[in-house]
């Protein structure tokens, strides 16, 4: 009974460094989002050349995106 009161409370320790602390779990967490925003990124510049190809239209780096500003009249 003895052994056996000195064993759980070890067994127990082993069992939970098994567990990745929050610094490792929010790496890999991290990684993945960069990741995921990557491919999107990858995806939605792939749809963007393909819809500019198929339009005739081919991105101008001289297009604004903001029209000017007002003259104040």
């Known amino acids: 009974m003895r052994g056996a009161m000195v064993l759980l409370p070890l067994l ?3 069992g939970c460094k098994d567990e990745p602390d929050f610094e490792a779990r929010y790496d890999k967490a991290a990684e993945e989002i960069e990741a995921r925003a990557k491919a999107m990124d990858a995806d939605i510049a792939e749809s963007e050349e393909a819809a ?3 339009s005739g239209d081919l991105p101008r780096a001289d297009k604004q995106s903001n029209p000017p500003p007002s003259s104040g009249e």
């Open 12 to 14: 127990m320790l082993a």
């Open 52 to 54: 500019a190809t198929a």
